[in-house]
């Protein structure tokens, strides 16, 4: 049976159809915003009364027989997002550890936090995805899973900037701060406001989870290190040793389906596998699948190895056919945190129908794991011996490895274009979700591809996997790694003397050094790319346009003006409408600034005129606040309908910059308290958002909005605020208007 929020959301969605509106159109219609309007058709929120009766208004329809409908879905409230687990499976055959995992559990109740140390293979992975499978229902918010890469062979411990992004992506924050500490704080204010229990594996020491860690709040960390850190204060350890030998028995019998008996042979084969559990495990496979043995002869098998890992592997290996050894060995070149059949595919360049028998074959060796169907991981010991025999036996390691960043750059580039974007004039035939949610699940594989292009001197991948990731990047501000990878694929493309994709790549480069706030090296990176002969007229216009949005930052309003009417005049002559738009919209902001008013509304009505969609928001927005002191009524209708358009598209950043500019022209028409308020929310926008210039920006006219208003106190702060960030970004400019409003303030004061 339907609960009551899906039958009122089925009411909400007939009177949609009725209206014949589009969501947008309704919205405008009924005065709701087209985010919350989306919210209750599709039942993420549950409308005000006045909201239902706005909508069966605007078909005609009487809202009352909908009342008592309504009354139960509030008091039942909206669908619960469902409960996000990345936690691997948890083992079917957990063994022993019982008051290892009561200690366990037992803290993460009572003070949030425990620390599981021991030697590798001793399973402290184990352990923690068994307590925090255990523990799931106590964290209705999820639980969360992240490898630090403290001792993964061929992979740098994650550094805690990039663990924090991927851990805040991990909760549907995309658009990141920059700086480690405030992303820190952003994740600490995220899970005191959640029940989250998150698994941070394999730690490389105290200085690389700390950033990490949840502050006041329900939720909870497991970490698991090779390490004991004992210099993580608040977080109590938990020592795992190896298996004494009752438990490794237990473990051991379980794993070769045999209840084992006292016979010095299975004494043997405990001491060659030294209570590990990795090594038990695989020792019982080898033994369950050769049923003519006895653990007489798999103990003499294994004394023939003198290192008792290599015993363990060996052993494991030897029940392989060539072709499953072979497949194996490569597996330690491949890049990555895990895989799927495509890919292991390509690195033995087989069908991937006959290489997942093959995997399969190798998990039911304990040689790989699969933690979620079809997808595929090593163990970090095991990738190292299998690392080390491909060094000895596979002369064509880098072949194989060179197929992979082939295969991955090549679905990159496949799902990128199907994603809408400016760079494109339409998108293929595709499903862009799916596209995305393939970037999302192989990203930290396609940054391990691009390392291992660069280490591998594979120019051509190098240079074009950044470009598939365009799109990604964007819709994902913040990520840590773009910038290294356009430095890197500038360079590559120059080597190759792909002087057209080095100018787009450098130019690329430029514009997100200059979203993270690095106007200078913006700039520079922007002077490269206009080395002369390297850029067409395509990409010279897009470079005028960038440099003149870094020179705007800057406060060279003059220069910046220029730049702009050089993008007008190449994209004029390209007949790109879209490029057009923008630069008539930016030149009018610029032109305004400089106290050209009449011109300003002149350029942005030609703007409006040229664009179409969401493109139109800049000009609406610059002709909205050159109105401001002209027309009161068109300047907030022209600023509604942009943020209407940037609502109904979501994005985000357009949002905040709507609110900023409709509390920038209610402060010139005198409105100051619904100025204020629309300042407050271009905030509350912009703090997930990587958009340094825009805080700048909004912290400084919401300073002037307050100071007014009479407010003097709330401006001085907020100028504290503007110099803090001005001076941290270097940015003279921003800090001096901020310094002079202060002591202008302080003056009056």
């Not at 009342?67 to 083992?91: F, I, Q, T």
């Not at 029940?319 to 990555?336: K, M, N």
């Not at 009018?588 to 928001?617: D, K, N, Q």
């Not at 909005?705 to 270097?730: F, K, M, Q, Y």
Request: charged letters at 25%.
């Amino acid at each position: 049976m339907s609960s009551p929020n899906e039958r009122l959301v089925a009411q909400l969605v007939r009177i949609k159809e009725l209206s014949g509106l589009s969501l947008r159109a309704l919205a405008r219609q009924t005065g709701l915003s087209s985010s919350s309007l989306s919210r209750y058709l599709t039942g993420r929120l549950v409308p005000t009364w006045e909201a239902v009766t706005a909508l069966c208004k605007a078909v005609g329809r009487d809202p009352r027989p909908l009342r008592p409908l309504w009354a139960e879905a509030s008091k039942a409230g909206a669908a619960p997002a469902p409960r996000r687990n990345d936690l691997p499976a948890d083992l079917v055959d957990f063994t022993g550890r019982e008051a290892e995992a009561e200690q366990v559990e037992e803290l993460l109740r009572t003070t949030g936090a425990v620390a599981v140390d021991g030697m590798a293979g001793v399973g402290k992975t184990s352990l923690a995805v068994h307590a925090a499978h255990r523990l799931a229902p106590a964290y209705p918010d999820g639980g969360l899973y992240l490898d630090l890469h403290g001792f993964t062979p061929g992979h740098e411990p994650l550094e805690p900037l990039a663990a924090l992004g991927r851990l805040l992506n991990a909760l549907e924050i995309t658009h990141l701060p920059a700086a480690v500490d405030e992303r820190a704080a952003l994740w600490r204010s995220e899970l005191s406001r959640r029940r989250v229990l998150v698994v941070l594996d394999n730690a490389v020491d105290a200085g690389q989870v700390r950033p990490l860690l949840p502050g006041a709040g329900k939720s909870a960390v497991v970490i698991t290190s090779r390490a004991r850190l004992v210099d993580l204060d608040g977080v109590p350890p938990v020592s795992l040793e190896p298996f004494a030998d009752g438990d490794a028995a237990s473990l051991f019998g379980r794993a070769a389906g045999l209840a084992l008996g006292g016979e010095e042979a299975v004494g043997q084969v405990l001491r060659q596998c030294g209570g590990l559990p990795l090594a038990l495990r695989m020792a019982g496979a080898r033994l369950r699948h050769r049923p003519g043995w006895t653990v007489a002869v798999l103990a003499e098998r294994l004394r023939d190895n003198t290192s008792r890992f290599d015993s363990a592997f060996g052993m494991s290996l030897q029940q392989l056919d060539s072709v499953q050894r072979r497949v194996f060995r490569l597996l330690g070149v491949l890049p990555g945190a895990d895989f799927d059949t495509e890919v292991a595919g390509a690195l033995a360049d087989m069908p991937a129908g006959r290489v997942a028998g093959i995997l399969e074959e190798l998990a039911d060796a304990h040689l790989v794991e699969e933690p979620s169907p079809g997808r595929y991981r090593l163990h970090d010991l095991i990738r190292r011996y299998a690392a080390d025999l491909a060094a000895e036996e596979e002369p064509q390691a880098n072949t194989a490895l060179r197929r992979v960043l082939d295969h991955y750059l090549a679905r990159a580039v496949a799902h990128d274009r199907t994603l809408p974007s400016p760079h494109r004039r339409e998108p293929e035939p595709g499903d862009p979700a799916a596209a995305m949610a393939w970037f999302d699940l192989e990203y930290v594989n396609l940054i391990a591809s691009f390392d291992a292009a660069v280490r591998l001197g594979a120019d051509e991948v190098a240079a074009e996997l950044p470009d598939a990731l365009r799109v990604w990047f964007f819709r994902h501000r913040g990520t840590d790694d773009q910038v290294r990878l356009l430095e890197a694929a500038a360079g590559a493309a120059g080597r190759l003397g792909r002087h057209r994709q080095r100018t787009a790549l450098l130019a690329d480069l430029g514009y997100a050094l200059a979203a993270a706030g690095r106007l200078t090296e913006a700039i520079a990176a922007y002077e490269l790319a206009e080395e002369p002969g390297a850029a067409d007229d395509e990409l010279a216009a897009g470079l005028a346009l960038r440099m003149g949005f870094a020179r705007r930052d800057l406060g060279e309003f003059e220069a910046a003006q220029a730049h702009f009417r050089q993008a007008r005049e190449l994209f004029g002559k390209l007949g790109n409408m879209g490029g057009l738009s923008q630069a008539l919209a930016f030149d009018g902001w610029v032109t305004l600034h400089l106290g050209g008013r009449a011109e300003a509304v002149a350029l942005a009505r030609e703007s409006v005129a040229t664009a179409a969609g969401p493109a139109r928001i800049t000009g609406l927005v610059t002709l909205g606040l050159a109105l401001a002191t002209q027309d009161a009524e068109e300047s907030l209708r022209t600023l509604r309908e942009a943020l209407g358009l940037a609502e109904e598209n979501r994005l985000a950043h357009n949002q905040a910059w709507c609110h900023n500019y409709l509390g920038v022209a209610l402060r010139e028409m005198g409105s100051f308290e619904e100025a204020l308020e629309h300042h407050r929310r271009a905030l509350e926008l912009l703090e997930p958002l990587a958009e340094a210039q825009l805080e700048i920006n909004f912290l400084h006219t919401y300073a002037e909005t307050c100071r007014v208003a009479g407010r003097s106190g709330e401006a001085i702060a907020l100028l504290d605020r503007t110099i803090e960030a001005a001076r941290r970004l270097d940015r003279p400019h921003d800090e001096k208007l901020a310094r002079e409003a202060r002591e202008s303030l302080t003056a009056e004061g």
